[in-house]
C-alpha cells in the first residue's frame, strides 16, 4: 500500500526558506502515471494547492505562489521535496504531501499524507 | 482566477440524504472530484470524475456536475460522515479546491 510521509523543520523564521521532503514507500515514484503534489492548509482552513512534479522533473505551480516555490524530485530516494521561499507568518500552515492520480479523464489527489504543521514565527 | 464556492456548513439527520454544493464558472465544463476530511486527519478522496467513486468508498456517497454546480449527496447519512468536504477542479492545469463544507450529522 503506497504511503506518503512529510518530513522537516517544524518552525521557520520570518523571511527564511521553508524545505519540506515526502518520501514514497510502498511504491516507486519512478513511475510515468503520476504527479507528486503539495497541498497546505492554514490551521483552522481550508485546502490550497501548491503545485506538483512529475518523475522527470517537470513540475507546475500555483501561479498565485509561483514566484516563491520550487519543487524537486529524487527519484533514486524516492521522495520529492518543496521549497518555499521569502515565508512570513501567512505561510504557516499543515504542509500535505500527495499522489495525483489520473483517475479516467481527471487528477485526484490520493492517497495524502499525514501532514506535517510549519510554523513561521520569529 | 478561478474559484469554487461551497457554503460553509450543512446539517442532516442520520438517515436522511445530505446535499453540498459547489459552484464556480461553466464548472459543469470539468471534472470535479471530492475530498472528506475528519478532525486530525488528512483528506480522503470520496468522488473523482464528478460522480464516479474509489475503491472502499461506500454507495451512499455520489455526485453529479451540471452547469455551474457540482454536488455531493450522501444517502441515509451516518453519523461517521460527519465531516469537511471539499471540492476540487483543474483549471488551466491549476488545481483549485472549494473553501470546504462542515457537515453536521444531528
Known amino acids: 500500500q503506497l504511503q506518503l510521509q512529510e518530513s522537516g523543520p517544524g518552525l521557520v523564521k520570518p523571511s527564511e526558506t521553508l524545505s519540506l521532503t515526502c518520501t514514497v514507500s510502498g511504491g516507486s515514484i519512478n513511475n510515468s502515471s503520476y504527479y507528486w503534489g503539495w497541498i497546505r492548509q492554514p490551521p483552522g482552513k481550508g485546502l490550497e494547492w501548491i503545485g506538483s512534479?512529475?518523475?522527470?522533473?517537470?513540475?507546475h505551480y500555483n501561479p498565485s505562489l509561483k514566484s516563491r516555490v520550487t519543487i524537486s524530485v529524487d527519484t533514486s530516494k524516492n521522495h520529492f521535496s518543496l521549497r518555499l521561499s521569502s515565508v512570513t507568518a501567512a505561510d504557516t500552515a499543515v504542509y500535505h504531501c500527495?499522489?495525483?492520480?489520473?483517475?479516467?479523464?481527471?487528477?485526484?489527489?490520493?492517497?495524502w499524507g499525514q501532514g506535517t504543521l510549519v510554523t513561521v514565527s520569529s | 482566477s478561478y474559484e469554487l464556492t461551497q457554503p460553509p456548513s450543512v446539517s442532516v439527520s442520520p438517515g436522511q440524504t445530505a446535499s453540498i454544493a459547489c459552484s464556480g464558472d461553466k464548472l459543469g465544463d470539468k471534472y470535479a472530484c471530492w475530498y472528506q476530511q475528519k478532525p486530525g486527519q488528512s483528506p480522503v478522496l470520496v468522488i473523482y470524475?464528478?460522480?464516479k467513486r474509489p475503491s472502499g468508498i461506500p454507495e451512499r456517497f455520489s455526485g453529479s456536475n451540471s452547469g455551474n454546480t457540482a454536488t455531493l449527496t450522501i444517502s441515509g447519512t451516518q453519523a461517521m460522515d460527519e465531516a469537511v468536504y471539499y471540492c476540487?477542479?483543474?483549471?488551466?492545469?491549476?488545481?483549485?479546491f472549494g473553501g470546504g463544507t462542515k457537515l453536521t450529522v444531528l
Open positions: 470524475q464528478d460522480n
Open positions: 500527495a499522489r495525483q492520480t489520473p483517475y479516467g479523464s481527471s487528477w485526484a489527489f490520493d492517497p
Open positions: 476540487q477542479a483543474w483549471d488551466s492545469s491549476t488545481a483549485v
Open positions: 512534479i512529475y518523475y522527470s522533473g517537470s513540475a
